[in-house]
């Protein structure tokens, strides 16, 4: 088995980047999910769940790690980070509130007028990270901005699989992994508890929890008609009301991963 693809995503429910290497530490893959779109009035978090128009925009980093921010119709725009404890704002991201800086006047001009609703965007720093969901983890283990797990994984098998059930391929994107693996049976991760890939150790938490945004074409924002693939894996990965897909994971200290790093399963 081996590390096929790695994925990240700057901004919450913006486009991906795909990526040959990349560090990983608490927080998952560098710079993953680090900046977050709420809205203005309440702090409460936006995606692609009901803001689409979010998956449209490319987001990427500078030499000097300042956020870049892309989308067709509207002048792209470089974002610095701002400092950890200034201009503070509450937000609220599923159960979790906590205060973050916000990044200023000029991404949140760009971003409302992208989606026609006031809103901000804003970072999380380390040291304020959120702590994973009741129940997983380590005390140590810490999140940004992803739903809840620093990292995702899916094996290719079982991508094939679904795109064999449903008559049509599935695009990878539409489920928003981390970490892709190829060489393995399909649905083999749901068995796994820890893996290594290179020198790292990850621990596999909880199965991922699949939702209407994988109905979305990752490279239109178009939800498909039939609502696929959430139809066809509700039909056999359909777990006491939630439809699973993929494996939720930490790491252990801190590394770095590249496409092509073998993978082994340690229990």
Do not use: H
């Not at 709420?38 to 009901?50: K, P, S, Y």
């Not at 804003?122 to 620093?150: I, K, M």
């Amino acid at each position: 088995m081996f590390l096929s693809a790695l994925y990240r995503y700057p901004v919450k429910s913006a486009r991906a980047q795909c990526l040959q290497a990349s560090a990983v530490g608490n927080l998952g893959l560098d710079g993953d999910r680090r900046w977050l779109v709420v809205e203005q009035e309440n702090g409460r978090f936006l995606t692609q769940r009901a803001w689409p128009r979010l998956g449209q925009v490319g987001a990427s980093y500078g030499e000097q790690g300042q956020l870049l921010l892309q989308t067709p119709g509207q002048t792209p725009l470089e974002v610095p980070v701002p400092p950890a404890d200034e201009a503070l704002r509450g937000i609220t991201i599923w159960r979790d509130t906590l205060r973050v800086p916000d990044a200023g006047d000029a991404a949140a001009a760009w971003l409302s007028e992208l989606l026609g609703k006031a809103v901000r965007l804003v970072y999380c720093p380390e040291q304020r990270a959120r702590y994973l969901p009741s129940g997983y983890g380590l005390n140590s283990d810490r999140a940004a901005f992803p739903d809840g797990f620093p990292l995702l994984l899916i094996g290719q098998a079982s991508l094939d699989e679904l795109s064999r059930r449903v008559g049509r391929p599935m695009d990878m994107l539409r489920f928003r992994p981390n970490l892709v693996v190829e060489g393995a049976e399909a649905f083999a991760e749901d068995c796994w508890k820890r893996i290594r890939i290179g020198d790292m150790t990850f621990r596999v938490l909880k199965p991922s929890v699949r939702c209407i945004l994988t109905t979305l074409d990752p490279a239109t924002g178009e939800r498909s008609p039939d609502r696929e693939p959430l139809t066809t894996l509700k039909t056999f990965r359909e777990k006491e009301g939630d439809v699973l897909f993929g494996q939720n994971l930490a790491v252990d200290g801190e590394g770095e991963l590249k496409v092509g790093m073998a993978v082994e399963v340690l229990e």
